[in-house]
Every structure is written in structure tokens, then in C-alpha cells.
Nanobody, 113 residues
Framework: VQLQAYGGGLVQPGGSLRLSCAAS????????MGWYRQAPGNERELVAF??????NYAESVKGRFTISRDKAKNTVDLQMNSLKPEDTAVYYC?????????WGQGTQVTVSS
């Protein structure tokens, strides 16, 4: 399974960005898709993940970020609103197709004035 992520960039505080990730390759039964992020000096952390009817968000992004998945297209998007400088990180798309977990190449999101 290959993942291609799009949509990172530089945005001012309070702005919005939309990340998109498309899965391709040997796809037969994806159980979940989501986004993680890693800021310099920090460990990779969950941002949002959706599996079946369950969606989880990090507390720090609740009410600001929205994850959406298109099962037919094998894509997952992350709409990020009201961005803060602390949202600055490399964002990674993640797909779980049991028994494996797959990662995209990462896309940089920088929130700065």
C-alpha cells in the first residue's frame, strides 16, 4: 500500500489548511485511516483517526480539526481550522490494513506570522 499526502504549507495563526491522503496499491480491506504529527523534539502523536463508526481526535485539536474519509476512493482528508503555532509539525497519513500499518511520507505544516 502506498500513501500520497498533499496540502501542507505555511499559514498564519487563525488560518486554515486541508490535508489530503490517497492510498493506492494492494488495497483489499482498510480498517482505519488517520493523521499523526511530529513536531521537532517531540514524539509522533495522534491527531485524528477514523475506523468504522469511531473517530478519535487529540484533545488539542477537538473543535478545530475535522477528519473525513472516502471509502470508495481510499482517501482521508484533514480540515484544519483556527490553526495555532503549536500545530506546527510534520503531518503523517496512516492507514491500517490488518495486520499492517502504513505511513505516508509526511507533509510539513507551519503556522507562523
Amino acid at each position: 500500500v502506498q500513501l500520497q499526502a498533499y496540502g501542507g504549507g505555511l499559514v498564519q495563526p487563525g488560518g486554515s489548511l486541508r490535508l489530503s491522503c490517497a492510498a493506492s496499491g494492494s488495497i483489499f480491506s482498510i480498517s482505519g485511516m488517520g493523521w499523526y504529527r511530529q513536531a521537532p523534539g517531540n514524539e509522533r502523536e495522534l491527531v485524528a483517526f477514523t475506523s468504522g463508526d469511531i473517530t478519535n481526535y487529540a484533545e488539542s485539536v477537538k473543535g478545530r480539526f475535522t477528519i473525513s474519509r472516502d471509502k470508495a476512493k481510499n482517501t482521508v482528508d484533514l480540515q484544519m481550522n483556527s490553526l495555532k503555532p503549536e500545530d506546527t509539525a510534520v503531518y503523517y497519513c496512516n492507514v491500517v490494513q490488518l495486520p499492517r500499518s502504513y505511513w505516508g511520507q509526511g507533509t510539513q505544516v507551519t503556522v507562523s506570522s
